[in-house]
């Protein structure tokens, strides 16, 4: 059963206990992440992330880690444009333990100098990683498509020139000022007490002060009315595409039809892009599509891998598949599966402790509600093959259409360009 409790200063916990397993996924969101961020301080969210798993007051680096791996337990954290996550999943008789460790990360870190300098250089080697895989850096273009001159434009790890102007100073600074308990959301779920973990989540977190939510800046309106195209030319084996269109916000009324048409067109091996691209004709290894969902903007995308001599025949099977079930729709055979494959995917993860744990805590973070398992069929179960349509007509707009290509196309971008259209 989902418990929900609110401390004054602010902190909320989420918990469900489940009395068959043996382990417990814990996790401590920040509502922080890089749309929060600027220019000057762009990748500090992330920076911070790293920086915590160096030392706290009571922690060493080594002893955070061998506290959690040697009692069989993994220990993580992710920073995306909204959230960052810091969470555990270990057997559930050490929760006390593993508790003290994550908070006492998040509340009092040591941002020693020399991990700083340390973790600078390691986070500038990860972004040139990043830079050195087409299939990564290829949406870095498109959202600089996506979002040109915002903040979800930018990468999340930030760029050299900030990374190397963020200092101890601006970290601790940074961790003070956003790392307070009206930003924090606690989830849990495996086998627990739930009364004694909320006792002891009070006990380390109630004396912290009160403090105004995070905001970011809402996305500026674009009013998008021509397509656009980046091509970043590099001697590759294969063509990377990303092609994206603005969508829907995360708790749009749509949001479940924009899932089931995201299912249907690209998000398994029986999906419409699939059998298209690769089964039939062979033009890619690997097509899928994509869906983010953001406070209050979302995107849409299609991405492949592409053999370089047969770049703009697939662009043109994709395009020409969005405009297809623009124009018709769905059928009822293929609304149906992918309620099933939805659902049946949804209630499998939820099996296991921590896909849960993420779950609950995005939620709570996100949009201060919980949806059970029960809610989320309800409501998809009220999806129409309509709402598909209305779904394919919002995204699929001819002059909406972003796409960003690496490979060996310096010569081509003319004619890439004239095949754009959703007609």
């Known amino acids: 059963m989902y418990k929900i409790s609110k401390l004054d200063n602010g902190l909320r916990v989420v918990t469900n206990n489940i009395a068959g397993v043996n382990s417990l996924s814990l996790g401590i969101w920040i509502n922080m992440g890089g749309r929060y961020e600027n220019s000057l301080n762009k990748g500090i969210s992330h920076f911070l992330e790293h920086l915590l798993f160096k030392g706290s007051a009571k922690y060493s680096c080594r002893l955070i880690k061998e506290s959690i791996e040697g009692i069989g337990g993994a220990l993580n954290g992710f920073t995306s444009e909204e959230f960052t996550c810091y969470l555990v999943k270990i057997p559930q008789r050490y929760w006390s333990l593993a508790l003290g460790i994550l908070s006492d990360m998040v509340l009092n870190p040591s941002l020693k100098s020399g991990d700083i300098e340390k973790e600078r250089s390691v986070i500038l080697e990860e972004l040139k990683m990043y830079r050195d895989l087409p299939q990564s850096y290829v949406y870095e273009l498109l959202d600089e498509l996506l979002w040109p001159g915002q903040p979800l434009g930018a990468p999340i790890i930030g760029t050299e020139e900030s990374l190397k102007g963020i200092g101890r100073k601006e970290l601790a600074a940074f961790q003070s000022s956003h790392y307070t308990p009206a930003n924090i959301v606690i ?156 659902l049946g995917q949804l209630s499998l993860s939820l099996e296991d402790t921590m896909e849960h744990m993420l779950m609950l805590g995005e939620s709570m973070s996100s949009t201060g509600k919980l949806h059970s398992l029960a809610d989320i069929i309800k409501e998809v179960n009220r999806v129409t093959l309509a709402d598909l349509k209305d779904v394919a007509r919002i995204i699929f707009r001819d002059g909406a259409i972003n796409l960003a290509l690496i490979g060996p196309l310096k010569t081509r971008e003319k004619g890439i360009l004239r095949r754009l259209s959703i007609a």
Do not use: W
């Open 187 to 342: 989830s849990a779920v495996g086998k627990m007490d739930q009364g004694l973990l909320n006792k002891e989540i009070r006990a380390i977190f109630s004396q912290k002060a009160c403090a105004q939510k995070n905001t970011f800046l809402p996305v500026e309106s674009i009013s998008q009315s021509k397509n656009k195209l980046k091509i970043f030319d590099k001697d590759t084996e294969q063509t990377h595409m990303a092609m994206g269109f603005s969508s829907l916000k995360r708790d749009h009324y749509l949001k479940h039809a924009q899932t089931l048409l995201h299912i249907i067109l690209g998000a398994n091996m029986s999906s419409r892009l699939f059998n298209e691209v690769r089964e039939k004709r062979a033009l890619a290894y690997e097509i899928a599509t994509a869906v983010k969902k953001f406070f209050d903007t979302g995107a849409f995308l299609v991405h492949a891998g592409i053999d370089n001599r047969k770049a703009e025949d697939c662009l043109e099977l994709v395009l020409k598949e969005l405009a297809k079930v623009k124009k018709n729709g769905v059928t009822k055979d293929e609304f149906r599966r992918a309620k099933e494959f939805y």
